[in-house]
């Protein structure tokens, strides 16, 4: 088993993912809100589904030491904790394009298995919390959060998460504050934020639990490009879940996530002092 090193302990898949796992369960049952759903559609979705993986066994004839492959690396992907991480890499960006195909303002992006509700309240202009000597090269960012019809939003909430220089979350990786680079904005009475944080590392998916394994096995790779996450919300409009990303990344034009789009990629500006800084906006859909 091949792990990362990181200060103080080691970072393994099976213990990220069972934190995500932890995580996802915490909040809410997701079954209520579907409790409503009519038979006739869950068997439609199942039965297509189910239809898929027919034609694809049936086409490619698939043997029976390859059904058994797979059961056992479905079984391996639970006792790793890492269906969040399988679903949020290969599925949600498909839902997440589904989901804000009728926007006007910003369409956004997935949200991956790593948010954390109730980050600490910055206020309107602050740093995120991070370790006195935080690696990284600083970003100071200036926003404003808008309607679509133009109009400021005045305590809009803007949530940011993201990885640190060595492209560990907190809460997911071992040795790191607990919300270490998570923080909650509000926007002044112009909607605007202004936000001091470091510029984070590309994500490289655990390569020693069964994504890994699923991974290797096809020959693919396992980056993400650095990125920030962002939740903003605002009274009376849909909420934006976004990744914001950097221009040059090797790895913007084939995020194992699918989760890059050209809007969502910065503009950075060197500020001659080791560090960037950066202009950009959320437009809001009305409800
Ligand atoms: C991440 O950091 C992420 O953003 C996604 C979508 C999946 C895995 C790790
Ligand atoms: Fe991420």
């Not at 202004?194 to 590392?201: D, G, L, Y």
């Not at 989760?259 to 906006?281: C, F, M, R, S, W």
Request: charged share 25%.
């Amino acid at each position: 088993m091949t792990t990362t090193e990181h200060p103080n302990e080691v970072a393994t898949a099976a213990a990220s993912g069972a934190s995500a796992t932890e995580r996802f369960h915490a909040d809410k049952s997701p079954f209520e809100a579907v409790k409503d759903t009519p038979p006739e559609r869950v068997a439609t979705l199942i039965n297509e589904v189910l239809a898929g993986v027919h034609d694809t066994i049936r086409k490619h004839k698939v043997t029976y030491d390859e059904y058994n492959a797979l059961k056992a690396w479905l079984i391996n992907v639970g006792e790793d904790g890492e269906w969040p991480l399988f679903l949020d890499v290969w599925v949600e960006h498909v839902v997440e394009d589904v989901a804000t195909e009728h926007r006007e303002g910003n369409k956004g992006s997935i949200e991956g298995p790593y948010y954390v509700p109730n980050a600490p309240d910055q206020g309107s202009k602050g740093a995120v919390p991070m370790r006195e000597d935080e690696k990284g090269d600083p970003l100071l960012w200036n926003g404003q959060v808008r309607s679509c019809d133009g109009t400021p939003l005045a305590g809009a909430k803007v949530e940011l998460w993201h990885a640190d220089d060595d492209g560990y979350y907190s809460q997911f990786a071992p040795g790191i504050p607990e919300w270490n680079l998570r923080a909650t904005f509000t926007t002044d009475d112009q909607g605007n934020f202004e936000i001091t944080t470091i510029r984070p590392a590309p994500y490289m998916i655990p390569t020693d639990g069964s994504c890994g394994k699923m991974i290797s096995a096809a020959g693919w790779h396992p980056w993400r490009p650095a990125h920030l996450h962002l939740k903003v919300s605002a009274p009376g409009h849909e909420q934006l879940t976004a990744q914001l990303y950097f221009p040059g990344d090797a790895h913007n034009d084939d995020d194992v996530a699918s989760a890059v789009k050209p809007e969502l990629i910065l503009d950075p500006q060197d500020n001659g002092k080791g560090g960037y800084t950066v202009a950009y906006d959320f437009v809001l859909d009305p409800v």
